[in-house]
């Protein structure tokens, strides 16, 4: 993988979690997992930047997540809250992302040692930043 596309990955996978933040958001009942998940948004926004900022001085363009991955994404959203909107039903949708977005992370910093060292950094960082806020998030689920 080049940088590029390395880089590409990690702000299509912080681009992703804002967006379903940000979907979710008004769904949320409880104000501590509303403030949680502004923090954790916040958390993500900084990551964002920073690939942006990398993006910037390494003369690299990277795009967008498609229009098709953020449909999908909404869609799903409003799918899987039309019957329960509870804040366990929310954590567990968010959390199912953001594994998804671990487990990519691995991957890619498994795969990929020859990496420009500070997106792989970045990376590991974020990798970081994804186990804490699963971290944070599993506290709200209950069983049904």
């Known amino acids: 993988m080049k940088n590029t596309e390395y880089l590409e990955t990690i702000y299509k996978n912080t681009d992703m979690a804002i967006e379903s933040?940000?979907?979710?958001y008004p769904k949320f009942r409880e104000k501590n997992l509303k403030d949680l998940m502004k923090k954790i948004e916040k958390g993500?926004?900084?990551?964002?930047?920073?690939?942006?900022?990398?993006?910037?001085?390494?003369n690299i363009k990277i795009k967008d997540s498609n229009f098709l991955a953020k449909t999908m994404l909404k869609t799903s959203i409003a799918f899987?809250?039309?019957?329960?909107?509870?804040s366990s039903h929310i954590a567990e949708l968010f959390?199912?992302?953001?594994?998804?977005g671990t487990i990519n992370l691995y991957k890619n910093i498994k795969s990929n040692k020859n990496i420009d060292p500070e997106i792989f950094e970045l990376s590991k960082r974020l990798l970081s930043y994804e186990e804490q806020t699963f971290e944070e998030i599993k506290e709200?689920?209950?069983?049904n």
């Open 44 to 58: 993500y926004s900084e990551f964002a930047n920073e690939c942006k900022k990398i993006a910037k001085e390494k």
């Open 21 to 24: 933040i940000n979907d979710m």
């Open 140 to 143: 709200y689920l209950k069983s």
């Open 80 to 86: 899987s809250t039309l019957t329960d909107k509870s």
């Open 95 to 100: 959390l199912m992302g953001t594994v998804r």
